[in-house]
């Protein structure tokens, strides 16, 4: 039986340049060609988990210009029958720049996504008992709090995706089960300073709650993966960045895909860096896993 994924969360149109530098103030800069494509870190990571073999629905909300975006997500077989559509607003939209560095500068206009409420989301979010759901912070908190709450009553495994950051109530954190920042992310969860070092990391890491598995993206360091009270460090693969946008949001459409197919923490996040690092190898959100050599590079769901 293959993977449950559902995916509460944003879409957006991404509006990419590439630019040699990144313009300061009042600076105008000649970059690339615009490049317009699917986007928003809910369709991100719902697109990656169904790339990579789930069974994946997703939950959101467009606006009545967005018949494209809602067919890009079927073309990607994701099931949409989740995706509301408001009258009076846009579809959400963001405006990246991506320098030389494969780094990048991202501007998000939340638009439809700012709008999902509590009362959009579907009875039944998961197919059933053994189900992940894969939670981000684009879209208002109640929506992720009331989705966190239903998905554990349905006996689902709850996955926090922390961002962007903002504080979370102690309602949220109680129901989730795993989270998954990048190192900004936990550094602002814990009100602490910016980590320097691996090391760093792991002492933050080691603050959270007992109670939820933890992992902590590092871009081109891995991981590290926090499960009953032990922290590993995941290495990376070495390989040439070519576009980090999404790379993390294919982290985490992957880290749900392995929890999902009863793969351990460890095991499911050092499967997530192998995804992620195949990402960063192609322009856009939701460039890699269209060809099956992605695949074999990546190697099957562990179990």
């Not at 995916?7 to 317009?36: H, I, M, W, Y």
């Not at 322009?283 to 890699?288: K, L, N, S, T, V």
Request: with cysteine; net charge negative.
């Amino acid at each position: 039986m293959r993977p449950q994924v559902t995916v509460v969360g944003s879409v957006n149109r991404d509006a990419t340049v590439a630019v040699s530098q990144f313009p300061r103030p009042g600076e105008t800069l000649l970059g690339g060609d615009l490049a317009q494509t699917l986007g928003g870190k809910g369709a991100n990571q719902a697109v990656a988990a169904a790339r990579l073999g789930a069974v994946t629905r997703f939950v959101g909300a467009i606006g009545a210009d967005g018949t494209d975006v809602r067919s890009e997500l079927v073309e990607a077989e994701v099931d949409v029958a989740g995706l509301v559509t408001l009258d009076g607003v846009p579809t959400g939209a963001a405006l990246i720049l991506i320098d030389d560095a494969a780094e990048n500068m991202i501007v998000v206009s939340p638009g439809a996504n700012a709008r999902l409420t509590p009362g959009h989301l579907p009875a039944a979010l998961l197919d059933g008992p053994g189900g992940v759901l894969l939670l981000q912070q684009e879209i208002p908190v109640d929506v992720v709090t009331e989705a966190a709450r239903r998905a554990k009553d349905e006996g689902g495994t709850v996955v926090l995706n922390p961002a962007p950051s903002r504080p979370i109530a102690r309602e949220l954190l109680d129901t989730v089960d795993v989270l998954a920042p990048n190192q900004h992310e936990l550094a602002a969860l814990l009100d602490a300073p910016e980590p320097g070092s691996v090391d760093d990391c792991r002492v933050l890491l080691a603050r959270l709650p007992e109670h939820i598995e933890a992992c902590v993206t590092l871009g081109a360091d891995g991981a590290l993966a926090r499960s009953e009270g032990e922290i590993v460090h995941i290495a990376a693969p070495t390989v040439t960045a070519v576009d980090t946008v999404g790379s993390g949001d294919t982290f985490c459409g992957a880290l749900g895909v392995a929890l999902g197919n009863g793969a351990s923490f460890a095991d499911s996040v050092a499967w997530a860096v192998r995804a992620a690092s195949i990402a960063v190898g192609y322009r856009g959100a939701q460039g890699a896993f269209r060809v099956d050599e992605d695949l074999v590079r990546l190697g099957p769901i562990p179990v």
